[in-house]
């Protein structure tokens, strides 16, 4: 068996509220997969995303990617370390006012010098790189119109080419279609589709339709007051699991 590319080990996180979002949660995520995490809003879904890239500091546990415990690394080692870790976010974070292939681009910042970073320049090869993510997700033809005149949708599809342009070995993606539409709500996740499938990058993506999971992950993880509380294939959710998960008064929503 291959060594998983990460390892998530009694994790927990207290707030300082109080709140105890995460509670002893252990799994781990193979090269390749695109696993899908799933729950209640409140559930720690998004807490146990920004614990991977330390955008929040977990209070206890292991969180080993590549073999290395992200939560022991230093400050400089952290930023090379996130390099390699991709996220995208629900609100799509792009600089409205600059192009398509701009936003796009940015994603090599961290990857170029500072003098460089500063003034926005980058490499031929850099900007040939950026457009050829940009046809990946369908927007090459869009690479010189500024990033707001393009719609929701479309923006998180640029979200997912700058994210690309690190190169990462895995990619993170926390609620990326909770403000779209049902129909836009496919495309964006049938490009996600397109980079596990297609540049074979890892993908750890929060959902919260039952019906996006069936079709898109290859494995389910379930939390519940920040507690796992299921593990397996998206079929094995039946209507048992799915109360379990979601609480008997719930009743799921499709996006068809």
């Known amino acids: 068996?291959?060594?998983p590319i990460l390892e998530i080990k009694n994790l927990d996180k207290y707030y300082d509220n109080g709140v105890h979002a995460l509670r002893n949660v252990s799994f781990s995520v193979e090269e390749g997969e695109f696993l899908v995490i799933i729950?209640?809003?409140g559930s720690g879904k998004s807490t146990l995303l920004r614990c991977i890239n330390r955008l929040i500091e977990p209070t206890a546990g292991e969180i080993l990617f590549r073999g290395d415990d992200i939560t022991q690394l230093s400050v400089p080692e952290l930023r090379e370390r996130r390099k390699r870790i991709g996220m995208i976010f629900q609100?799509?974070?792009l600089v409205k006012r600059k192009s398509v292939l701009v936003n796009a681009l940015s994603g090599r910042l961290g990857s170029v010098s500072t003098w460089n970073s500063l003034v926005g320049r980058f490499s031929p090869e850099d900007e040939a790189r950026a457009l050829e993510r940009l046809e990946l997700v369908g927007l090459r033809d869009r690479?010189?119109?500024r990033a707001d005149e393009l719609s929701g949708g479309q923006q998180q599809r640029v979200a997912i080419a700058r994210t690309l342009m690190q190169d990462p070995?895995?990619?993170?993606a926390d609620e990326?279609?909770?403000?779209l539409d049902p129909a836009t709500s496919?495309?964006?996740m049938k490009y996600l589709r397109e980079a596990n499938e297609g540049l074979g990058k890892t993908i750890v993506c929060n959902l919260h339709f039952l019906s996006l999971v069936r079709e898109y992950g290859s494995r389910v993880i379930a939390l519940r007051n920040g507690e796992v509380v299921f593990e397996g294939q998206p079929e094995q959710i039946d209507?048992?699991?799915f109360r379990t998960i979601y609480g008997d008064e719930a009743e799921e929503v499709r996006i068809d």
């Open 169 to 172: 070995d895995i990619l993170l």
């Open 1 to 3: 068996m291959s060594t």
């Open 176 to 179: 990326p279609v909770a403000s």
């Open 239 to 241: 209507e048992a699991w």
């Open 39 to 41: 729950g209640l809003s």
């Open 186 to 188: 496919h495309s964006v």
């Open 143 to 145: 690479a010189n119109h």
């Open 91 to 93: 609100h799509f974070n």
